[in-house]
């Protein structure tokens, strides 16, 4: 399968904010593995906020589709000393295939390219052990800086109390 990574456009904000709901949020995303259905309720975007980071200059979404299937996105966001990686998702019915990697490996290329990057910057939930492994066999490492998790009533609501990010880094 061969996969072919571009950037974001404008026209693509509707399917993207399809695709990263159904990965991170409800009954679809429990067919993968990265699903936050136990801990979420609600919306992890919407097309509207997608909009306004493909439109932002000083980050992007990647791409990741085999012909004209849309099967994974990352978003990458500069900044002064490194670059942030987050929403990473790949369509839950083809988890387990390696997209992820290959996404992952692809946007850690494109931010070393487009933007020099040294170091790269992601935060994890904390409760999610099994994506914590993942990006450590990918050359992230624990930090031990907790930020908390952000609010979003108007999108999601927590379904546990305490949620937490750490930091995850790797240098390239």
């Keep these: 399968m061969e996969l072919i990574f571009s950037k974001a456009e404008p026209a693509d904000a509707a399917a993207l ?5 159904s990965a991170y949020r409800g009954e679809s995303s429990r067919q993968g593995w990265t699903t936050e259905a136990d801990l979420l309720d609600g919306r992890r975007t919407d097309p509207k906020s997608i909009g306004e980071l493909i439109a932002d200059h000083t980050g992007m979404i990647l791409l990741c589709k085999v012909r004209q299937e849309l099967l994974g ?9 490194h670059v942030q990686i987050g929403m990473l998702a790949v369509k839950p019915a083809a988890q387990g295939l390696g997209i ?3 996404l992952l490996a692809a946007a850690e290329a494109e931010a070393q390219s487009h933007w020099l990057a040294k170091r790269l910057l992601m935060a994890v939930i904390t409760s999610r052990t099994e994506l914590i492994a993942f990006y450590e066999r990918r050359g992230y490492q624990r930090t031990g800086i907790m930020q908390q998790f952000p609010v979003n009533p ?3 609501t927590p379904k546990v ?4 990010l750490e930091l995850m880094e790797k240098h390239i």
Excluded: Y
């Design 17 to 21: 904010a399809e695709l990263i709901n």
């Design 73 to 81: 996105s990352v978003h990458l966001q500069q900044t002064a000393e």
């Design 100 to 102: 992820g990697k290959q």
């Design 154 to 156: 108007t999108l999601w």
């Design 161 to 164: 109390e305490g949620l937490c």
